[in-house]
């Protein structure tokens, strides 16, 4: 059973442009989570999802920010007209039910605005 | 509203010496408490977690007991190895189901 795989490792963006981040929870799992960790500081939670539902996102920024979380396919953290100060690293997290149970991390998305 | 809060870093042992990393929480009821660990490049792992007051988790020789009174979930472990070098992550889990994490503790551990 694979772990949370999320892609690309690292990515680059000019200011303006549109980053998509990817992330496959592990099998068996519906729930994912993404988390921005910006350098040297903690992990601040984005949005929560099911499949092809939202549920909580309250820490996404009102703009430029979007996620979903299709019935197929992984779950897409997408960002237009990047700024310098989206650089940060991005995790996604899986569960099957809930994380009082347990929470899988992926390795993250290194995202640099240039 | 929930909230964690650690001790700040970096933390910087010997091999072999005694390491605590505080963590403590403010939470409404009983949170379950987590501890994470990243190693540098790597994304999060679990390291150990307690669900009900008076629990301790265990894990690679760390402990930490879920103390409800003081609200706190001490990170601990009696000979540190330089392998253990990485940031700590104390977090809690409550009604809303979603992992409220601390700002990380760097341990650092030279031979």
């Known amino acids: 059973n694979a772990g949370v795989m999320q892609n690309p490792r690292h990515l680059v963006r000019r200011r303006g442009q549109e980053a998509r981040l990817r992330c496959s929870p592990m099998?068996?799992?519906?729930?994912v989570y993404w988390y921005r960790q910006l350098p040297e500081e903690g992990l601040k939670f984005m949005v929560y999802?099911?499949?092809?539902?939202?549920?909580?996102e309250s820490g996404m920024p009102k703009e430029r920010f979007s996620a979903e979380f299709p019935k197929e396919g992984p779950s897409i953290l997408r960002i237009q007209q990047v700024v310098r100060g989206d650089s940060a690293a991005y995790f996604c997290?899986?569960?099957?039910?809930?994380?009082?149970?347990?929470?899988?991390f992926g390795q993250g998305t290194r995202l640099t605005v240039v | 509203g929930n909230s964690v809060t650690q001790m700040e870093g970096p933390v910087t042992l010997s091999e072999e010496a005694f390491l605590t990393i505080n963590c403590t929480y403010t939470?409404?009821?009983?949170?379950?408490l987590f501890w994470y660990v990243q190693y540098p490049g790597e994304g999060l792992q679990l390291l150990l977690k307690?669900?009900?007051?008076?629990d301790k988790g265990s894990n690679k020789g760390f402990e930490a007991t879920y103390r409800k009174e003081t609200t706190s979930f001490h990170l601990e472990k009696g000979s540190v190895q330089v392998s253990d070098s990485a940031v700590y992550f104390c977090?809690?889990?409550?009604?809303?189901?979603?992992?409220?994490f601390g700002t990380g503790t760097r341990l650092q551990v030279f031979p």
């Open positions: 997290a899986s569960s099957p039910s809930g994380l009082n149970t347990e929470a899988f």
């Open positions: 099998k068996g799992h519906s729930h």
């Open positions: 999802l099911q499949k092809e539902n939202i549920i909580d």
């Open positions: 939470a409404t009821g009983y949170p379950s």
């Open positions: 307690a669900t009900k007051a008076d």
């Open positions: 977090a809690l889990v409550k009604d809303t189901d979603k992992l409220i």
